[in-house]
């Protein structure tokens, strides 16, 4: 009987975990149909706030010269779309930024979730280092080219260098960016190697790095699954870090001092 009880118990365990496992151990939320229906409905809601809201800070660009003007329109676009997939974004200021200096944010990066989850949370006015296949979106494309922002093409090492030095000329301008040093996303928690890029930008321009941990998006949304789910995240922003070493081989113990601190989260 005793027996009966304990397989009959570990079978309901099994039957509500929301996860699956991978052959190499990692684990993966299970995504239902009605999960496809919630990510479609967020979708088309994503879809017509983008374009109110880059439609909005089109307009009031060329109004204004203003240097903020970004910050207010992404902020607000974030946490719309945040409110169309049902998330919710609890966030940990671990010190006090100073917004009037320029920081480099490097976050983990699980899934889209994170550029609406940062735009909302983030209290500095900011750019993000995007890739090129942005530019090309309807209405977004358009909001990033007249923001500052920078576009990275990935695939051409010659035109991602130029980038990332017009990046660098806009942090020692006074403006502050969001780079995703995995350069992909990997959607589960668990990262994977950092760029050097992000880093060789940051001792450029010699400011600080912030670290941001992005806890649990992955259990939200999967877009390449074309599923999500309503809930909640944590978003964890560390104390700025100075820069340590200036070339790529210097930097190497700085970058995984800043990966240990963004991992330290998601344990």
């Known amino acids: 009987m005793d027996r009966l009880l304990r397989e009959r118990r ?27 229906f919630w990510f479609v409905i967020g979708y088309v809601w994503a879809v017509i706030m983008t374009a109110i809201f880059a439609t909005g800070f089109a307009v009031a660009r060329l109004l204004t010269r203003r240097p903020d003007v970004f ?37 983990n990066h699980q899934n889209l979730l994170d550029i609406p989850i940062l735009a909302s949370v983030l209290p500095c006015s900011f750019g993000f280092v995007a890739k090129a296949e942005l530019e090309r979106w309807p209405f977004l494309g358009i909001a990033l080219k007249m923001s500052p922002s920078v576009f990275v093409a990935s695939r051409d090492p010659r035109r991602s260098l130029e980038s990332l030095r017009h990046a660098g000329q806009e942090i020692r301008e006074g403006r502050s960016v969001i780079i995703f040093p995995e350069g992909e996303r990997t959607y589960r928690s668990q990262m994977v190697p950092f760029k050097k890029s992000a880093f060789a930008l940051a001792a450029e321009a010699r400011v600080p790095v912030v670290p941001v941990t992005i806890v649990d998006a992955y259990r939200l949304m999967n877009e390449t699954r074309f599923a999500s789910r309503p809930g909640r995240v944590r978003v964890v922003v560390h104390e700025p870090m100075s820069v340590q070493g200036s070339s790529r081989a210097e930097l190497a113990p700085f970058i995984e001092s800043v990966r240990t601190m963004i991992d330290s989260e998601l344990e």
């Open 71 to 107: 910050h207010f329109w992404a902020s607000r676009w974030g946490r719309a779309l945040l409110l169309g997939f049902g998330v919710r974004a609890q966030t940990k200021m671990k010190s006090t930024l100073d917004c009037r200096r320029s920081y480099v944010f490097v976050a």
């Open 10 to 36: 570990s079978s309901v365990q099994t039957k509500v975990n929301d996860s699956t496992t991978h052959p190499d151990g990692l684990s993966e939320p299970a995504w239902s149909v009605s999960n496809r």
